[in-house]
């Protein structure tokens, strides 16, 4: 079945530092493909998504390219902030979707240091 | 708008009660998601539903019963509770996709349920 796989955390950087969480995925068709963020106490927000394959989405400063030659959504930034600091999960919604559900990865904690 | 709001935000349960909760959305979505967190597996989905009076089973349902009685509400009941089922629980909705695109999905903040 579908799948996706992220880095493990937690990743530790200091700001202005540059930002790379990796996402690979397994899926049968043409998933989209997207990014949420969870800051400390609160609900899932959508971050950037990408629908086909080239497509890049971008948001905050944060992009993802989807490769669909890797089978891959990497999150970038290139300067990262204390209020950066947050669990990102990258995810897809199968191409068969009537129903649009989404497939989680296990989320990678990021932690940004003044 | 409220979007999309949890009830209760925290709960602690003895082993063997019941409990229900409460996801309701002011965005006129059709399709609504209760999932699970839990350390180490992000959110796995537990049952869904593609409009009111329509449920489905998602990867783990065992041990919960859901309800769409209303398009705006999704309900998720645990009949007997069981320390496996402590968790944090997000319910999500949104919109049906069409052709290609595929519509996001806006979570609420979250019920803490802890089960001893």
């Known amino acids: 079945g579908d799948s996706v796989t992220q880095m493990e955390g937690p990743v530790t950087l200091s700001e202005e530092a540059f930002l790379t969480i990796n996402c690979t995925y397994t899926a049968t068709g043409y998933p989209s493909l997207f990014w949420y963020v969870q800051y400390p106490g609160e609900g899932l927000q959508l971050l950037l998504k990408a629908t086909k394959a080239d497509d890049k989405g971008s948001n905050k400063g944060f992009e993802a390219t989807y490769r669909k030659e890797t089978t891959s959504f990497h999150l970038e930034k290139g300067s990262v902030q204390v209020s950066d600091s947050a669990v990102y999960f990258c995810a897809l919604a199968g191409s068969g979707g009537a129903t649009n559900k989404l497939i989680f990865g296990t989320g990678t904690l990021l932690a940004v240091q003044p | 708008n409220a979007g999309v709001t949890q009830t209760p935000k925290f709960r602690v349960l003895k082993t063997g009660q019941s409990m229900t909760l409460l996801c309701a959305q002011d965005m006129n979505h059709e399709y609504m998601y209760w999932y699970r967190q839990d350390p180490g597996m992000g959110l796995r989905l537990i049952h869904y539903s593609v409009g009111e009076g329509t449920t489905a089973k998602g990867e783990v349902p065992d041990g919960y019963n859901v309800s769409r009685l209303k398009k705006q509400n999704f309900l998720l009941g645990l009949e007997s509770a069981a320390p496996s089922q402590t968790s944090v629980y997000f319910c999500?909705?949104?919109?049906?996709?069409?052709?290609?695109?595929?519509?996001?999905?806006?979570f609420g903040p979250g019920t803490r349920l802890t089960v001893t």
């Open positions: 999500a909705s949104s919109y049906p996709p069409r052709g290609s695109n595929t519509y996001e999905q806006y």
